[in-house]
């Protein structure tokens, strides 16, 4: 009977997982800023021709123009940008914090998987209604979808087993924050 001389695979540490969120976070930040900068500009600027403005298909001007982008009386960047920041101070909330506070993972998954459909629907409409792509809300949607996959990533790794328990746990520990 021959053992094992392999030793147990290391895992990498929490923050390796952690700090792609944040960073991903940041850039959803200053995307949905610039979005949102951009649509004020498109409104209040009769000359402004933003730099992504290439051709018909692929215009972000024409995507701000259109009656798609604003939402209950504001433009989708802003509404984008209090998403951002929503997911980022429940981040911050656990960050260096024990596994009961990393229950909040399931949380953003939740936050993150809502975002991802709406990025799936948004595209959609752009591909469908709008006729145009705006490179920036192409970028915004695939840091949803990567927020998506590494909040996955991060509950099966740190949070274990999935159950409504974890959800109702991870309520719990923001109501302690």
């Given at each position: 009977?021959?053992?094992?001389?392999?030793?147990?695979?290391?895992?990498?540490?929490?923050?390796?997982?952690?700090?792609?969120?944040?960073?991903?976070?940041?850039?959803?930040?200053?995307?949905?800023?610039?979005?949102?900068?951009?649509?004020?500009?498109?409104?209040?600027?009769?000359?402004?021709?933003?730099?992504?403005a290439?051709?018909?298909?692929?215009?972000?001007?024409?995507?701000?123009?259109?009656?798609?982008?604003?939402f209950?009386?504001?433009?989708?960047?802003?509404?984008?940008?209090?998403?951002?920041?929503?997911?980022?101070?429940?981040?911050?909330t656990i960050?260096?914090?024990?596994?009961?506070?990393?229950?909040?993972?399931?949380?953003?998954?939740?936050?993150?998987?809502?975002?991802?459909g709406?990025?799936?629907?948004?595209?959609?409409?752009?591909?469908?209604?709008?006729?145009?792509?705006?490179?920036?809300?192409?970028?915004?949607?695939?840091i949803?979808?990567?927020?998506?996959?590494?909040?996955?990533?991060?509950?099966?790794?740190?949070?274990?087993?999935s159950?409504?328990?974890?959800?109702?746990?991870?309520?719990?520990?923001?109501?302690?924050?």
């Amino acid at each position: 009977m021959a053992h094992s001389t392999q030793s147990p695979k290391k895992t990498l540490p929490y923050r390796f997982y952690t700090l792609p969120v944040l960073i991903l976070l940041l850039l959803g930040l200053v995307d949905t800023g610039y979005l949102a900068w951009l649509h004020y500009q498109n409104y209040t600027n009769l000359n402004f021709t933003s730099f992504c403005a290439l051709s018909k298909s692929i215009n972000c001007d024409t995507v701000s123009q259109s009656p798609w982008s604003i939402f209950f009386g504001l433009p989708l960047a802003f509404w984008g940008f209090y998403g951002y920041l929503i997911f980022f101070f429940l981040l911050l909330t656990i960050l260096n914090k024990d596994s009961e506070k990393r229950q909040i993972w399931r949380l953003l998954f939740l936050l993150a998987f809502i975002y991802s459909g709406i990025s799936a629907y948004l595209g959609y409409i752009s591909a469908t209604q709008i006729k145009a792509h705006c490179i920036l809300c192409m970028a915004s949607y695939a840091i949803n979808f990567f927020l998506l996959i590494y909040c996955w990533i991060i509950i099966r790794r740190f949070c274990g087993p999935s159950s409504h328990k974890g959800f109702i746990s991870a309520v719990h520990s923001i109501a302690r924050t």
